[in-house]
């Protein structure tokens, strides 16, 4: 007991706090149950505690600097805590301003005010200007070649050139401006490459008028077009046409086809672009089966054991062009000849006189053009040789006006002053052709539809820091020049510019280019074609 006891007056004096009065009630416990005297209690008490003073005098001190010390250790951790809430604030703070130094930056890229850098600026003839520049639109740098005409100068005109004067002809865009001026009095300035065309077959993309005369009449999906008035005025739109013929008692009757057929039904004209007689045959076509026919010849007389007479490249060639006219579709359909009496334009009824009705083989009359009936037409309604026909093809906008010239592309590029491709509307979706930074072909006109501009971008230049461009960087640069409608053309490989006969894609070589199907310039009005249109 007295060893207990002692124990617990020794853990009461050492705890020296509130916890110590555990032992204190054990000690009163233990003393009540012995019936023990407390003034022998006492003076245990006054001994232990002056041992415990003996052995250890600064235990109180010690007592409080522990206490003391927890109470630091409690504050610093307080402290450390708000140091790390401050530098986790602080490290916040830092990665917004960085962010909002990001942002600010990129803000600045692209509010970066377009510039451009003259190159060239060469007058070329009246109201015709070239200008090459180096233009730069958020950031990106552009080599871009523009032709801008001055519709209202009498001595400059828009005009539409299709390869070999013919729907599936293709032709490098230099040959083509040295046949129209070897034929006409007035010389291109400079042109361009405009229809989209397809493959193997060679046909224009989307409607090709030149001087009235439809080549390609169907629009292709949603894309846009080109109209020029008689007026030299320019229109942009989705353009569709449709044709109607009517016979000699007023009739009308649908035209299905331009320049080509699908099949034997349904009404199709052919004009001067359908080849010089009707069905025609394609010179590649019969080109490729003269030349497997020498092989065959070749590999025979190697023999010498031919029943045949000397063979006749001229008379073969005959007879090839005879027999494959003899399996077209067209050959045994009725058709009419007629010959214009009126000047051929879009929106305006033409008159024509019927001067000879066959089947075969019809040769196409000088200033007039071919109807075939089709399979299914009742020849009881047929016009008689002499009879006056008519027929039209009217636009699905702009009907008023008189069109004598048209190409198509797509897509939008500018419409009424705001800057936006419309390639997902058209029905386009291929990833390069709109994001990829290609060489491109355009053109626009001004709000007043006084200025023309004829426009080609080049390919990067990784050198000079030059890019191609994408659809939403060609919007830029054409609403940039001063367009307030513009389109795109094909462009890719087959975007090129010519101005006097020079490649201005690469380095003047004119033979260095692709094959196109449409060209799209800028005409030297001379003196004589001015007094000729003014003449009655």
């Not at 504050?75 to 703070?93: D, G, H, L, P, V």
């Not at 190159?119 to 180096?134: E, W």
């Not at 073969?316 to 003899?326: D, N, P, V």
Request: hydrophobic residues 35%; proline residues 4%.
């Amino acid at each position: 007991y007295y060893i207990y006891e002692i124990w617990l007056i020794y853990r009461f004096l050492l705890s020296c706090s509130f916890k110590g009065c555990k032992y204190l009630k054990r000690l009163m416990k233990s003393y009540r149950s012995r019936n023990s005297d407390i003034a022998f209690f006492l003076v245990r008490m006054i001994i232990i505690c002056l041992s415990l003073l003996l052995i250890n005098p600064n235990m109180e001190l010690q007592a409080k600097k522990k206490s003391s010390k927890a109470k630091t250790s409690k504050t610093k951790s307080s402290k450390t805590k708000s140091k790390s809430a401050k530098s986790i604030s602080k490290k916040s703070k830092t990665d917004t301003k960085k962010s909002k130094s990001r942002k600010s930056k990129r803000k600045k890229r692209v509010i970066e005010p377009p510039s451009h850098t003259f190159i060239q600026d060469t007058l070329l003839a009246p109201g015709i200007v070239y200008k090459r520049a180096h233009i730069k639109i958020n950031g990106y740098k552009h080599d871009v070649l523009v032709l801008q005409a001055d519709l209202s100068n009498p001595y400059c005109s828009i005009g539409v050139f299709k390869a070999g004067d013919n729907i599936n002809e293709l032709s490098k865009l230099c040959d083509i401006m040295k046949v129209h001026d070897s034929i006409n009095p007035c010389d291109i300035a400079g042109a361009v490459n405009a229809n989209f065309w397809k493959a193997y077959t060679n046909y224009p993309i989307g409607p090709v008028v030149v001087d009235g005369e439809v080549i390609e009449l169907p629009t292709y999906k949603d894309w846009s077009s080109t109209f020029i008035a008689e007026n030299g005025e320019p229109f942009i739109d989705n353009f569709r046409m449709n044709g109607t013929f009517k016979n000699s008692k007023g009739k009308s009757f649908t035209i299905n086809l331009v320049n080509r057929r699908s099949d034997t039904c349904g009404i199709v004209m052919y004009n001067k672009f359908g080849g010089d007689t009707i069905p025609y045959i394609n010179t590649r076509r019969v080109k490729q089966l003269t030349e497997k026919s020498i092989e065959n010849i070749d590999i025979e007389e190697s023999f010498n054991d031919s029943t045949e007479a000397a063979f006749d490249l001229e008379k073969y060639k005959k007879e090839l062009i005879a027999s494959e006219r003899s399996a077209s579709k067209e050959y045994k359909l009725p058709k009419l000849i007629l010959r214009y009496l009126d000047k051929p334009a879009i929106n305006r009824t033409i008159e024509c006189k019927v001067i000879g009705f066959d089947t075969c083989a019809v040769k196409v009359p000088y200033e007039g053009c071919i109807i075939s009936l089709g399979a299914n037409f009742n020849l009881n309604e047929c016009p008689k040789i002499g009879d006056t026909v008519s027929f039209i093809f009217k636009s699905n906008t702009e009907s008023n006006e008189k069109f004598r010239c048209a190409v198509s592309g797509t897509p939008r590029l500018v419409r009424d002053g705001v800057a936006q491709h419309e390639a997902r509307k058209e029905g386009s979706r291929g990833r390069r052709f709109i994001n990829g930074n290609l060489p491109r072909t355009a053109i626009g006109f001004d709000r007043a539809k006084k200025k023309m501009f004829i426009v080609a971008v080049r390919g990067s230049i990784g050198k000079d820091g030059i890019e191609g461009a994408s659809l939403a960087q060609l919007s830029s640069v054409m609403k940039y020049i001063g367009c307030h409608n513009a389109m795109n053309l094909d462009g890719g490989g087959s975007s090129i510019m010519v101005i006097d006969n020079k490649n201005m894609f690469n380095d003047g070589d004119p033979s260095n280019a692709r094959r196109i199907s449409v060209g799209f310039g800028l005409i030297k009005k001379c003196a004589s074609a001015l007094n000729s249109a003014d003449s009655p």
